[in-house]
């Protein structure tokens, strides 16, 4: 897709209350010239119990439910569900969880839907922390990160937890991932998932400047570092098992990607050598399973 093909329709209003420089806003900008104006969003709690604004305003020319932290998975099985009984089969129903609400306290509803392969779309817009509640460590943090709970005397230890590979192993018909740097793969993905049924999940990467420490205008040049890096490569996979890589670029060092971040600032060059080593065997990984 080129770029002159990017939809000019707009869903997501001005108004909206995200940081300034917010990734996931233009993630969710982009999301919604996709998935166009027949779509039913669910938003698990999250910085998105915020953003849209305060009832009856909204910044949003689609409507949202605002559901429990746990229960994106299950919210979207029941709508789906209720509209169908009604008859709207066309309508789209969309899961905006973010990180906290699907590898951790979302995962249960998750699984189930996607077991049952329910018909939406569930996109995790993964900031890499429990954001809404002033930066906690998830399971999606990467490893050595500062958060509020994992402090600088005592960084996360574990790496990211790879929410990808479970959601593959739910063979489900349709996963990627995708990120604001790269808009057009972002759009096709979008489109593409739109166009199949049954469970799909889309892993969106959106840098948050006040819990990533950076600076609001740097988002997309770090999102497009976390692929050239191969810190977050773009993949799809379908049918839990023919996986293709979208984006092989020559590899740069993750320190071009730490090193923009305040909250890598505290790493000793060890760390860095563990991290570099464990994106380097992950790539392995990912490549193996794309040869397969
Ligand atoms: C059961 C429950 N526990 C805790 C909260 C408080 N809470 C609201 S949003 C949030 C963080 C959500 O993190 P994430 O899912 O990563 O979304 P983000 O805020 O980063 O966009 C928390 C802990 C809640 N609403 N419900
Ligand atoms: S805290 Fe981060 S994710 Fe939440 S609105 Fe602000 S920039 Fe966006
Ligand atoms: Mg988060």
Redesign the pocket.
């Known amino acids: 897709m080129r770029k002159t093909e990017i939809p000019l329709s707009e869903n997501l209003g001005h108004g909206h209350l995200a940081c300034a420089g917010c990734g996931?806003a233009v993630s969710m900008r982009l999301t919604l010239k996709a998935l166009g104006e027949k779509t039913v969003m669910v938003f698990?709690?999250?910085?998105?119990?915020i953003i849209p604004g305060f009832w009856p305003y909204s910044s949003f020319r689609i409507p949202v439910v605002h559901a429990?932290?746990?229960t994106g998975g299950a919210t979207a099985s029941g709508i789906r569900a209720a509209l169908d009984i009604r008859g709207h089969h066309e309508t789209l129903v969309a899961v905006w969880?973010?990180?906290?609400?699907?590898f951790d306290?979302g995962l249960q509803a998750l699984s189930g839907a996607a077991e049952r392969n329910e018909d939406f779309i569930y996109i995790c817009?993964d900031?890499e922390?429990?954001?809404?509640?002033g930066t906690?460590r998830?399971s999606?943090t990467p490893v050595f990160a500062w958060t509020t709970t994992t402090p600088v005397m005592k960084p996360k230890e574990n790496p990211k937890k790879d929410i990808m590979a479970i959601m593959a192993d739910h063979q489900i018909p349709y996963a990627a991932t995708a990120t604001i740097a790269y808009p057009e793969d972002l759009l096709r993905k979008m489109e593409k998932a739109k166009k199949i049924r049954g469970t799909r999940f889309i892993h969106l990467l959106s840098p948050?400047p006040p819990?990533w420490r950076i600076p609001s205008e740097l988002p997309i040049k770090i999102s497009r570092l976390a692929v050239l890096t191969r810190v977050f490569p773009l993949y799809e996979i379908e049918n839990g098992e023919k996986y293709t890589i979208n984006v092989k670029p020559e590899p740069r060092p993750v320190q071009e990607y730490l090193k923009l971040q305040g909250r890598f600032s505290h790493l000793a060059d060890s760390n860095i050598e563990v991290i570099q080593e464990n994106v380097e065997r992950a790539w392995k990984r990912l490549v193996k399973k794309a040869e397969a």
Do not use: E, K, L, R
């Open positions: 996931a698990p709690a999250s910085c998105w119990s429990g932290f746990v969880a973010g990180d906290g609400g699907t306290i817009n900031n922390g429990y954001m809404n509640t906690q998830s999606a948050c819990g």
